[in-house]
């Protein structure tokens, strides 16, 4: 998998809608679906010079990949879903805010949401794959985050929205413990890397955006039901479904 990711970090053809990257990293993302542990793969990608960075699951960068190539149409629904996750936003971090991407069906919608973190520094350090850490935490996205960041990695950068440290986020997690980032790769590199293609993105809140994700998952609108308890089985099923999907940001 090491190595998989390290071809991904360092064969990444240029794009016109770009950034021009000066480190790249990954980190395993551990998350509960459906009340299991899961985990994921996720790349962060930093132009430090410009304080840009870009966020995205290491399966959905594969399976854009493999579409550019022609090796997977966009209606092989299939072989597509092999590269599916859990976790779809797409943050991209620029000019003091976060513009937040995701593919929900067929639309494609997006917000913007200010930097906002405010970190407590503390005074615990440990050693964390190989890196001086030292301990921070923030309240943010519902929930209290703790992080250990890199005190010799001076890179204000971390996974997901989280950002505005001293130094690279090495670790961070929820107070339960059920969101759970690890830095696995950190390297410094001078790619292009795509974006999303902002104009095809529709705008709107965060709190639409956040209503149309649910709804896309509840909308039962389509389906014919003979037997009226039938139909409310299924409601309290998908309700259930619902509450056990992953969001890291509950706000």
Do not use: H
Request: aromatic share 14%; with cysteine; hydrophobic share 35%.
């Amino acid at each position: 998998m090491v190595a998989v990711l390290l071809l991904l970090i360092c064969c990444f053809e240029g794009f016109s809608q770009s950034i021009t990257t000066d480190f790249a990293a990954a980190y395993d993302v551990e998350y509960p679906i459906y009340k299991k542990k899961n985990t994921e793969q996720f790349l962060l990608y930093i132009n430090s010079k410009e304080n840009i960075s870009y966020y995205k699951s290491t399966n959905q960068y594969v399976l854009d990949s493999l579409k550019k190539e022609g090796k997977i149409s966009g209606s092989d629904f299939m072989d597509g879903s092999k590269y599916d996750t859990a976790l779809k936003e797409e943050v991209l971090r620029k000019n003091d805010s976060f513009t937040v991407y995701e593919k929900i069906v067929d639309a494609k919608i997006k917000y913007i949401e200010p930097e906002s973190l405010k970190w407590t520094i503390l005074k615990d350090t440990k050693t964390y794959s190989g890196y001086k850490t030292r301990k921070a935490f923030t309240y943010a996205y519902g929930r209290k985050w703790i992080a250990w960041y890199a005190e010799d990695l001076p890179l204000n950068y971390g996974p997901y929205k989280f950002c505005g440290l001293p130094g690279l986020i090495v670790n961070i997690y929820d107070e339960k413990a059920a969101y759970f980032f690890t830095l696995k790769i950190f390297k410094k590199k001078i790619k292009q890397v795509q974006l999303p293609k902002d104009n095809t993105y529709k705008k709107i809140s965060k709190i639409k955006a956040k209503q149309i994700s649910s709804n896309s998952l509840t909308d039962i609108s389509g389906m014919v039901f003979d037997d009226p308890n039938e139909k409310r089985r299924m409601q309290k099923v998908i309700e259930k479904m619902v509450s056990e999907s992953p969001r890291i940001d509950i706000e």
